[in-house]
């Protein structure tokens, strides 16, 4: 390996599953502004959408997520605004 290539910033962060709620504290060197507190401290928090706790391939749970549906419901409500 290539010397002083890897960051030397690490810190205990919590990546939150936004999906859950399950929280996961590792190390990271992530910037982020958003903190959260877990036993009475602070920690840097990063907000995923999904992680293995909620992801089908490691639950064995299917998880139909209507983003077709959404995308009709905001093509109604604004089509006054596009323009054809």
């Known amino acids: 390996m290539k010397k002083g290539i890897h960051p030397k910033d690490y810190r205990f962060v919590v990546f939150k599953d936004m999906s859950n709620g399950k929280t996961t504290i590792t190390k990271s060197t992530v910037k982020t502004r958003e903190t959260i507190e877990i036993e009475g401290k602070k ?33 109604k409500r604004y089509q006054k605004h596009i323009k054809n």
């Open 43 to 75: 920690y840097p928090l990063i907000k995923i959408e999904i992680s293995s706790s909620s992801h089908p391939f490691y639950t064995g749970k299917m998880k139909f997520v209507d983003t077709a549906g959404r995308v009709d419901k905001f093509n």
